[in-house]
């Protein structure tokens, strides 16, 4: 599918979500065995671990639909980035999306700063580029960081070599950056 219409789908079926039509589509036993003959997700979504923030249910698609990757505060390391690249290489996905959210955790413990303990320091590490980026604090600055760490993470993906680079610049694959709120329900375009 044109990643175009893929964003068209994601958002209609975000509408639906919102709006309490939710069609839960994609998740019966008949679709279960036809997914035995392979997958073709239409989607890759790289977001967050935040058990509220689950793309299956906020876009209403179901099994086999999207390849999903998740990490507290959707930070991009190597691993994530062979996923995609496999996604976009063998599934032929079209579509690539960083999606933050609304009251990140990882975000916050960013801002907050000190050594948190154990490995979350290298969340906190992976998502500080976003806040030295920006120079004055504001209101709502959980926000504000939180979609700045999503631009990041998308301006990284376009210029990763050899594959996403090359695919994104002949237009083949679209590279998005999206932004969750978890009162409204609402995904917004960010990038
Ligand atoms: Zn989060």
């Not at 964003?7 to 979500?17: M, P």
């Not at 890759?44 to 990490?71: M, Y």
């Given at each position: 599918?044109?990643?175009?219409?893929?964003?068209?789908?994601?958002?209609?079926?975000?509408?639906?979500?919102?709006?309490?039509?939710?069609?839960h589509?994609?998740?019966?036993f008949?679709?279960?065995?036809?997914?035995?003959?392979?997958?073709?997700?239409?989607?890759?979504?790289?977001?967050?671990?935040?058990?509220?923030?689950?793309?299956e249910?906020?876009?209403?698609?179901?099994?086999?639909?999207?390849?999903?990757?998740?990490?507290a505060?959707?930070?991009?390391?190597?691993?994530f980035?062979?996923?995609?690249?496999?996604a976009?290489?063998?599934?032929?996905?079209?579509l690539?999306?960083?999606?933050?959210?609304?009251?990140?955790?990882?975000?916050?413990?960013?801002?907050?700063?000190?050594?948190?303990p154990?490995?979350?320091?290298?969340?906190?590490?992976?998502?500080?580029?976003?806040?030295?980026r920006?120079?004055?604090?504001?209101?709502?600055?959980?926000?504000?960081?939180?979609?700045?760490?999503?631009?990041?993470?998308?301006?990284?993906?376009?210029?990763?070599?050899?594959?996403?680079?090359?695919?994104y610049?002949?237009?083949?694959?679209?590279?998005v950056?999206?932004?969750?709120?978890?009162?409204?329900?609402?995904?917004?375009?960010?990038?």
């Amino acid at each position: 599918m044109e990643h175009k219409n893929v964003i068209k789908k994601l958002l209609e079926g975000n509408q639906r979500y919102i709006t309490g039509g939710a069609l839960h589509p994609n998740q019966s036993f008949e679709h279960r065995i036809e997914l035995t003959k392979g997958q073709k997700p239409i989607a890759a979504i790289l977001t967050c671990a935040d058990s509220r923030v689950s793309p299956e249910i906020i876009f209403d698609q179901g099994l086999g639909d999207l390849f999903v990757l998740r990490v507290a505060g959707n930070v991009i390391n190597d691993m994530f980035i062979g996923s995609l690249e496999y996604a976009v290489e063998h599934l032929n996905v079209s579509l690539l999306m960083v999606l933050g959210h609304s009251q990140c955790g990882a975000v916050d413990a960013t801002i907050k700063g000190g050594n948190p303990p154990g490995h979350i320091n290298s969340l906190v590490q992976a998502i500080k580029p976003a806040l030295d980026r920006l120079k004055k604090q504001s209101p709502d600055w959980v926000n504000i960081v939180a979609k700045e760490n999503v631009k990041i993470g998308v301006e990284r993906l376009r210029t990763i070599d050899p594959i996403l680079t090359a695919r994104y610049d002949e237009g083949d694959i679209d590279i998005v950056g999206a932004f969750y709120d978890i009162k409204s329900g609402k995904v917004s375009l960010t990038v």
